[in-house]
């Protein structure tokens, strides 16, 4: 926890007002978005599936770390753009159905816009059919799917096979991600790519585009 443990007990406990005001004393104190996400946020978010895990904390005590999370975010948002604006693209984001989790896709849609993607995000619960009609509408490059359950993850084999019904599976590259996804998995499903977070989600996006 080191340096951000009072950001990360405060979003723990689900403090708002604290963990905003402990994002804002990090930011100020020089510290990288990258540590206060990843070392203050995302390790507080753990710890709080950890807890939950064990039967210490449920449901909303959960959704309110979750929104103090949210609340912190918008402070980092600013911090995503990398200034170089060229187009790269357009993804089509969402989360896979029966899946409410979208912090994760949220951060991956922030940053992939930040560095000069277009995003088109469907929010959750989003069924195959809603991705394909979607992918036919706005023609993306990319259809990035979220899932945060092991009981949704199969949500993602049965979007690309959706995909490919409606004869657009070759047409757009598929990238899947969420804490229990897995490079494997993506390989099982044929999914195109996987990104284990939202910085190397924007490098594989640009990978699988071929831009550098
Ligand atoms: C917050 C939270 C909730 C909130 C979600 C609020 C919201 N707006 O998102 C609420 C309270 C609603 C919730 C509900 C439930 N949850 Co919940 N939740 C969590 C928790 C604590 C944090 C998730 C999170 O936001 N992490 C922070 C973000 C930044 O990380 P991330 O999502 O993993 O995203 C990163 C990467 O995975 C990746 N990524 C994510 N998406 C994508 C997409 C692409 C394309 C790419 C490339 C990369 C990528 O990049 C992200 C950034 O680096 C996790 C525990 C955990 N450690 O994950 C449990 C957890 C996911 N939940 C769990 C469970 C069981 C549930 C419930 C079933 C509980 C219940 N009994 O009702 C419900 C299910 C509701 C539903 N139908 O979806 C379990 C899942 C177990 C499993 N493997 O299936 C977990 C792991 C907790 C646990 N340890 O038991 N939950």
Known sequence: MSEFKALT?????GDIKAAVVETQIALDAGSSVRDILDK?????????GERFS??????????????????CMKLLEPFFEEGD?????????????????????????MMMEGAGFTIADLGVDVS??????????????IVAMS???????????QTIEALRKAGIRDKVK????????????????KADSYASDAGSAVSKAKQLLGIS
């Open 9 to 13: 007990e405060s979003v723990i406990k």
């Open 128 to 141: 195959p059919e809603r991705f394909v009609q979607k992918a036919q509408e706005i023609e993306p490059d």
């Open 54 to 71: 064990k039967g210490l904390i449920f449901v909303p005590q959960m959704l309110r770390s979750a929104k103090t999370m949210q609340e």
């Open 174 to 189: 598929v990238m899947i991600g969420g804490a229990p996804v897995t490079e494997k998995y993506a390989h099982e499903i």
């Open 85 to 109: 604006v060229t187009p790269k693209g357009k993804v089509l984001i969402g989360t896979v159905k029966g899946d409410l989790h979208d912090i994760g896709k949220n951060l991956v849609a």
């Open 147 to 157: 899932a945060l359950l092991s009981t949704t993850m199969p949500a993602m084999p």
């Open 40 to 48: 203050g946020l995302i390790a507080a978010m753990d710890e709080v």
